[in-house]
Nanobody
Framework: VQLQASGGGSVQTGGSLRLSCAAS????????MRWYRQIPGKDRELVAT???????YYVGFAKGRFTISRDNDKKQVFLQMSSLTPEDTAVYYC??????????????WGQGTLVTVSS
């Protein structure tokens, strides 16, 4: 199973970015999909979750600024980020819970995509 994240880049304060993550390989059922981020020098932290039925959850800093969504047919998860500040500078990782043929339910991670917000 591979998770390919994309969409990171450099923006100025107040700007927007849309991150995408696509799952491929032998994963045939996906449950929750999430975005995490890791700010330099800090632990990885949860940003947002979208469940298999589309219910969304956000941590405090993401509420009102970030929107998580998914495309079940394409096995993709998105994170629309707006009103970005330098404090949002981090590597963003996608994460999914899923089932792979011949394997128990597991959690998979993407490789990360860097978001840099300048003042």
């Amino acid at each position: 199973v591979q998770l390919q994240a994309s969409g990171g880049g450099s923006v100025q304060t107040g700007g927007s970015l849309r991150l995408s993550c696509a799952a491929s390989g032998s994963i045939f059922k996906i449950f929750a999909m999430r975005w995490y981020r890791q700010i330099p020098g800090k632990d990885r932290e949860l940003v947002a979750t979208v469940t298999s039925d589309g219910t969304t959850y956000y941590v405090g800093f993401a509420k009102g600024r970030f929107t998580i969504s998914r495309d079940n047919d394409k096995k993709q998860v998105f994170l629309q980020m707006s009103s970005l500040t330098p404090e949002d500078t981090a590597v963003y990782y996608c994460n999914v819970d899923g089932l792979e043929y011949g394997a128990p339910r597991d959690t998979y991670w993407g490789q990360g995509t860097l978001v840099t917000v300048s003042s």
